[in-house]
């Protein structure tokens, strides 16, 4: 017999099937000895036959031992053996023709759509003529096979569908459960993404406008008098080193910006201001750099001050290698809804249409922008050659950012 895994229902009837089986056959055996039937003998030993061959071939078939060819061959040894014994027991007990029932369920079930129907009328027509041999022709004996001959055909057509659906919608749960496996590789593959990029705007921010520095203040030792040896410059270049170490290693533990660990916003970009000007006029550039806080300075969210900084140092790392600006201006304004920073210079300018074609040289403006709109906020660049250049990044605060 064929096994397929299926529901709790399906299992239901299988097992009602064996037991009907079993008890019609053990029935007639009983009748025939309690009536004292002329072929007593034959019947207990054909209805005998008739439960070993059943049971196990049953028993066979739930092992799942045999592969698939040969199982097919063995069940339908095992129908043709089981019909046999029933036709000879037919011949002797007129019980038999109700074991016909349970065996039309056999038929549809273990042979072929064509040959299992062609069973049932071949069966149905032998218990029809065995009833008429054994107690005369009639209605009854015409009927009730008939009957049982098509509510067998009508439930192995609902078994049958009943069992197309639960395997289709074990498929489509198969197909949900690797599409949901996809899903949490598609949502970990994002997840490395975006922090892949963090670290590229943190690095970008940090670590590289550090080295930037570094290298403005190498160029300008290497310019000095032999005898100053340039030991400033050198010095400052250390330290600015070391502070990039710094940022460094707490950017690999993914802890809170460095120049806002013990600082409000306000003085971080205070000494941002303050150490972007030692730089660059360091670096033989005439730059004043200034800071500027218009409003009352309130605590704000951690993503904030951090974006806020962040857009601060690219500005700045921005005029330092591009500008060649004699002012700098950084304003941090405070509102009652909104936080501004805004960081001018009368530098050379640039067109921003040309910037943003080149990757290399955007790929700052492009980490600053998309922090902002991270947070609901805008950045705008107003620019032009010869005509400096205006950086503002505005951000909301909500209430209970406040």
Excluded: C
């Excluded at 690095?203 to 310019?223: F, P």
């Amino acid at each position: 017999m064929r096994h397929s895994a299926l529901t709790p229902v399906f299992t239901g009837l299988r097992w009602a099937l064996h037991l009907l089986l079993i008890a019609l056959i053990i029935f007639a055996m009983v009748h025939a000895d309690i009536a004292a039937a002329p072929h007593t003998l034959a019947i207990q030993v054909l209805g005998a036959a008739m439960l070993v061959v059943y049971l196990g071939g049953a028993a066979v078939a739930h092992m799942g031992r045999l592969s698939g060819r040969m199982l097919r061959v063995i069940s339908f040894i095992w129908i043709g053996v089981l019909t046999l014994i029933w036709a000879f027991m037919l011949m002797v007990s007129v019980d038999a023709a109700f074991v016909v029932f349970p065996l039309f369920f056999l038929f549809l079930h273990v042979l072929p759509v064509t040959a299992g129907v062609t069973a049932v009328i071949v069966t149905t027509t032998m218990s029809i003529a065995m009833l008429g041999y054994h107690s005369g022709i009639s209605v009854g004996g015409v009927v009730g096979p008939v009957i049982g001959a098509t509510v067998a055909l009508a439930i192995s057509a609902g078994y049958g569908a009943l069992y197309r659906e639960a395997e289709e919608r074990e498929k489509l749960i198969a197909e949900l459960q690797a599409t949901r496996g996809e899903l949490a590789v598609a949502e970990r593959e994002a997840g490395v993404l975006a922090e892949r990029e963090r670290l590229a705007r943190e690095i970008h921010d940090t670590v590289a406008q550090g080295l930037s520095s570094i290298q403005i203040l190498l160029h300008a030792a290497e310019r000095v008098d032999a005898d100053r040896a340039g030991l400033e410059q050198l010095q400052l270049a250390r330290q600015t080193a070391a502070d990039a170490l710094v940022d460094t290693r707490r950017i690999i533990r993914e802890l809170t910006p460095p120049a806002l660990d013990e600082q409000t916003l306000s003085a971080a970009l205070a000494r941002l201001a303050a150490s972007a000007e030692h730089t660059m006029r360091a670096g033989g550039h005439s730059t004043t750099v200034r800071f500027h806080l218009v409003g009352e300075p309130v605590p704000l969210p951690m993503a904030v001050e951090t974006t806020l900084l962040r857009v601060a140092q690219s500005g700045i790392a921005n005029v330092q290698q591009h500008a060649n600006a004699t002012t700098l201006d950084v304003t941090l304004t405070v509102e009652e809804d909104a936080v501004s920073l805004d960081v001018v210079d009368d530098g050379d300018g640039f067109d921003p249409a040309t910037i943003s074609a080149q990757k290399s040289a955007s790929f700052g403006l492009t980490a600053v922008r998309h922090r902002i709109t991270e947070l609901g906020g805008a950045l705008t660049v107003e620019s032009a050659p010869g005509e400096g250049t205006a950086l503002a990044a505005t951000i909301p605060l909500r209430v209970e950012d406040e």
